[in-house]
Nanobody, 114 residues
Framework: QVQLVESGGGLVQPGGSLRLSCASSGIIFSRSAMGWYRQAPGKQREVVALISSGGSTNYADSVKGRFTISRDNAKNSVYLQMNSLKLEDTAVYYC????????WGQGTQVTVSS
């Protein structure tokens, strides 16, 4: 049974920062590419950042230079450091594998508002 639990979201002002965490279980984490995805109201879910099993990263153009994805294989966890947040970053953020998706978790709400 694969479980993904996101946390760390909240309400922040434009320019603020948040650090999201994702705890996973039921997968061979160290051998899985992982990613962060987000879905804003009325929009499709989109990929935000990916990190391979070897640590290589890839980011959506909209977040490059502002977000950083990382992983801790010993903790079966993946993180997303979000800096210089913008209004358009408002969304529910989810973690999952980089492909062959497991069932989606509940996500964590990030709201950027002044």
């Amino acid at each position: 049974q694969v479980q993904l639990v996101e946390s760390g979201g909240g309400l922040v002002q434009p320019g603020g920062s948040l650090r999201l965490s994702c705890a996973s279980s039921g997968i061979i984490f160290s051998r899985s590419a992982m990613g962060w995805y987000r879905q804003a109201p009325g929009k499709q879910r989109e990929v935000v950042a990916l990190i391979s099993s070897g640590g290589s990263t890839n980011y959506a153009d909209s977040v490059k230079g502002r977000f950083t994805i990382s992983r801790d294989n010993a903790k079966n966890s993946v993180y997303l450091q979000m800096n210089s947040l913008k209004l358009e970053d408002t969304a529910v953020y989810y973690c999952n594998r980089g492909g062959a998706f497991a069932p989606w978790g509940q996500g964590t709400q990030v709201t950027v508002s002044s």
